[in-house]
């Protein structure tokens, strides 16, 4: 029970790769947090046998996000995992999903990460930040640009604050997901027919990743055996960014 006594925040939370962590982390004796826009009465089966406490927040707003986590117990662990993805064109794409995308993907990552982190320094705790990023910020994608700029951005999000708050002792991650059979991932497969060839041709390891196993690297990178670990991404894309072609 690694992470016993430890408190484990997460965004995105009621998300396949959010309840995918928040099982892990549990698992391994940690308390978790869930934090989402979802209404609560919405996702109250979706954790009732998961043991996790829930909090409604728009990771957009950084004075909800500061209310919020002020409010909870201190923070052992911060993921920021919320994110979106709509699909489109350089020509085609609006100003209003241009901006969904970077606001959620970037901006909202950062407004909860620096909210934790200075509750963590504020307490004297140091801790683990972890972002949940994609291979998509290594690998241009067709109608991704929003997207993929959001999550490119989020990588040196995290080597900053990474050298920052390394002397303070909070460690700064990214976990990067290839394409997951689950949430947004496993939509366009259903509804994207070149995705879902990519998908099925395109991975070396010859399978989609779990949101288990997303989880699994997630919950390695704040662990103690990492604890040398910072500034780094870790993919978990099953070589998918090696592009192997059929």
């Not at 940690?30 to 979706?46: F, G, K």
């Not at 951005?153 to 700064?172: D, S």
């Not at 699994?216 to 604890?227: D, G, N």
Request: aromatic share 6%; proline share 4%; hydrophobic share 50%.
């Amino acid at each position: 029970m690694p992470f016993l006594g430890k408190h484990v925040v997460i965004t995105g939370g009621v998300g396949a790769i959010g309840l995918a962590m928040a099982t892990e982390f549990v698992d391994q004796g940690a308390t978790v947090t869930l934090l989402d826009m979802r209404n609560p009465n919405e996702i109250r089966d979706l954790i009732a046998d998961l043991r996790a406490e829930y909090r409604q927040v728009d990771v957009r707003d950084p004075d909800a996000v500061g209310e919020v986590v002020d409010r909870l117990a201190p923070i052992d662990v911060a993921i920021g995992n919320a994110g979106i993805y709509l699909g489109s064109s350089v020509l085609d794409i609006s100003a209003a999903d241009w901006r969904m995308q970077i606001d959620v993907n970037l901006t909202g990552v950062f407004f909860f990460a620096q909210a934790a982190a200075r509750k963590m320094v504020k307490l004297g705790r140091p801790g683990a930040i972890l972002f949940t990023g994609s291979w998509a910020q290594e690998i241009p994608g067709l109608k991704g640009a929003a997207y993929g700029t959001s999550k490119a951005a989020v990588r040196m999000l995290a080597r900053c604050m990474a050298l920052e708050l390394g002397p303070l002792g909070i460690r700064v991650n990214v976990v990067a997901p290839g394409m997951v059979n689950a949430g947004m991932a496993k939509r366009q497969i259903q509804l994207d027919p070149e995705f879902a060839r990519k998908a099925e041709k395109g991975i070396p390891l010859g399978k989609l990743q779990t949101a288990e196993q997303v989880a699994k690297a997630s919950v390695f990178l704040c662990s103690e055996a990492a604890e040398a670990i910072t500034g780094v991404t870790l993919l978990v894309d099953g070589g998918a960014s090696l592009f192997k072609y059929e």
